[in-house]
């Protein structure tokens, strides 16, 4: 490269000698850092009112500038713009565009903004604009689970603790345990907004702004909650992208844990579940098999979440205060996380909207033995201390499983000599509906609890999209 060639760089006057190409393209983050093409622009139309009411340029510079840069704007939104050899990053290929356009007067735009404070301004602009898309494709998601809870609040499942067979649930309350989950998604993404919503414009290099610009007139104008208070921390501040990467680690898991029980449910072992067509794949060799791919991404797709989110903590720990090129290293990782847990938001809801259920499967999966618990529980109320009636019921199991009958095949007389205490209605015992019942306090298996739960969360989603 020429040595006119790096004259030409927006901050080439202090260079006599070329880059080397590769650093050139080494250095370079306009081919991804050029989707926040329209929060740079923003960001400048509000930097030009602020510069012409802190008296720095005229009212027609003004309007010229903002002009210039509308149709920067047009251009990229058209997919007209021409990226340039030298431009650097979507700051620089703006600016260049904007001075070819209205001329020198675009060399005025920059007057005591230098591009950390500018790109810092960038990120939180574009972020806060997809954590509400992010924000409403989790409400649809929490939405989609709880309308089919509640109108599959019938259907009856084993309950499992160490992927062993417990008690018997609904299956509502367990594509229920899921949404709450998730819900704490919802209120946790909305409490990240005031601190993404910080303005770092006016911050300058790092020190502040030289021309005494109004930065209250900035935050209102480009919409921020609040200032960045000290212009140190406004240029060097990346933990909004930390922290945004951690919900979506902890949501990812959520999704991740949620497609695990589907796709255990949907194998012919437990046949619990149908995977609809839209959601499945087949295999290359083997015709028979329709798999749970969906399922599987959204489980897989976690590792990358988790990863993005820790290689740039360690981008970050260590750094020296305020802005060094290595944060350039924020934007993969996040432009990453953002269209993946986007995707598999939008993915999951497909999925749980039309996945087919099974009741007769999962009715077929309960044994008695699952109703051990409630057998002890009869005798708890007959007076009897829990301690000494789960081993009475152990006894019971251990009794039927000698027999190689049901629990509930053993005689009155034969469970009267484990204890007294048991009579005629022991037989009420083993009804599968009447223990799910059973569990009536708030948070149980019963339908009422059920539909609270349903109800409790359709309050929080209509505060949610009203928010
Ligand atoms: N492309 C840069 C980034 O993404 C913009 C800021 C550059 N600032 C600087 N002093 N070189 O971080």
Partial sequence: MSNASAKQKLWGGRFTGATDPLMNAFNESLSYDKRMHSQDIKGSIAYSKALFLGGIITEEERDNLIRGLEAVGEEWAKGQFKIQPDDEDIHTANERRLSELIGPLGGKLHTGRSRNDQVATDMRLWLLEEVETIRSALIDLISVIVERADKEKDALLPGYTHLQRALPIRWSHLLLSHAFSLNNDLERITQLKPRISVLPLGSGALAGNAFSLDREFLAKELGFASIAENSLFGVGDRDFIIEFMMWASLTMTHLSRLSEDLIIYTTAEFGFLTLSDAYSTGSSMMPQKKNADSLELLRGKSGRVFGNMSGFLVTLKGLPSTYNKDLQEDKEPLFDTVDTVSACLRIAEGVIATLEIHPDRMKKALTMDMLATDLADYLVRKGIPFR?????????????????????????GDLQILSSKFEEDVKHVFDFESSVEKRASIGGTSRAMVGRQVDVLRNNLALARQA
């Fill in 388 to 412: 000494e009636t789960h081993h009475i019921s152990g006894r019971a199991v251990a009794l039927a499983e000698q027999r190689g009958v049901q629990i509930s095949d053993i005689s009155l």
